[in-house]
T-cell receptor
Framework: AQKITQTQPGMFVQEKEAVTLDCTYD???????LFWYKQPSSGEMIFLIY??????QNATEGRYSLNFQKARKSANLVISASQLGDSAMYFC?????????????FGTGTRLKVLA | DVKVTQSSRYLVKRTGEKVFLECVQD?????MFWYRQDPGLGLRLIYF???????EKGDIPEGYSVSREKKERFSLILESASTNQTSMYLC???????????????FGPGTRLLVL
């Protein structure tokens, strides 16, 4: 069974608008971390934001925020005030910390295109 | 700043050749990972290592082997390259420390391998 699901292969957003990229996950481990990465066309993976399973508040990093709904097992990324430079692939990932192996599991990604 | 380097950005090899992909990190990270990235499939873990000379199979280890003789270096070996191993290969490293559950992986720039 897929542990990380990103159901939106592609998204468009108008410049300066907000956009939400969906991510759902599946785990029985009570201790886990959720990550979002950005991959521009150049190929490098850029870490954006992290949410721990025990964190009470949603994580925020500048224009990025993570809408964490634990009961629904969702960890959506919200990008506010989109910029042309936000056009990229975005990957959601999970690490099950209780497993002791510290492996990361990735979703299939969402390609975001910001329109001028 | 953490730096993860990979030996080549682009590589073209012939079917049946032995291929070595090298990855070096400079942050004294215990964990190192090799992924392949294919369109629509996201990142899939090939092998990872949590210590020198230690290795664990990931989700798709068939046709690959790895070597970690020094902490900073993790090599991926394609014993006999095949056309279905044409892909983008990403190396990553991470720190393991109790309590630092939010520590992310750091990625290299990737190697685009074409097997003819």
């Amino acid at each position: 069974a897929q542990k990380i699901t990103q159901t939106q292969p592609g998204m468009f957003v108008q410049e300066k608008e907000a956009v939400t990229l969906d991510c759902t996950y599946d785990t029985s481990d009570p201790s886990y971390g959720l990550f979002w990465y950005k991959q521009p066309s150049s190929g490098e993976m850029i870490f954006l934001i992290y949410q721990g399973s025990y964190d009470q508040q949603n994580a925020t990093e500048g224009r990025y925020s993570l809408n964490f709904q634990k009961a629904r097992k969702s960890a959506n990324l919200v990008i506010s005030a989109s910029q042309l430079g936000d056009s990229a692939m975005y990957f959601c990932a999970m690490r099950e910390d209780g497993s002791g192996t510290y492996k990361y599991i990735f979703g299939t990604g969402t390609r975001l295109k910001v329109l001028a | 700043d953490v730096k993860v380097t990979q030996s080549s950005r682009y590589l073209v090899k012939r079917t049946g050749e032995k291929v070595f992909l090298e990855c070096v990190q400079d942050m004294d990270h215990e964990n190192m990972f090799w992924y392949r990235q294919d369109p629509g499939l996201g990142l899939r873990l090939i092998y990872f290592s949590y210590d020198v000379k230690m290795k664990e199979k990931g989700d798709i280890p068939e046709g690959y082997s790895v070597s970690r003789e020094k902490k900073e270096r993790f090599s991926l070996i394609l014993e006999s390259a095949s056309t279905n191993q044409t892909s983008m290969y990403l190396c990553a490293s991470s720190y393991t420390f109790p309590g630092l559950a939010g520590e992310t992986q750091y990625f290299g720039p990737g190697t685009r391998l074409l097997v003819l």
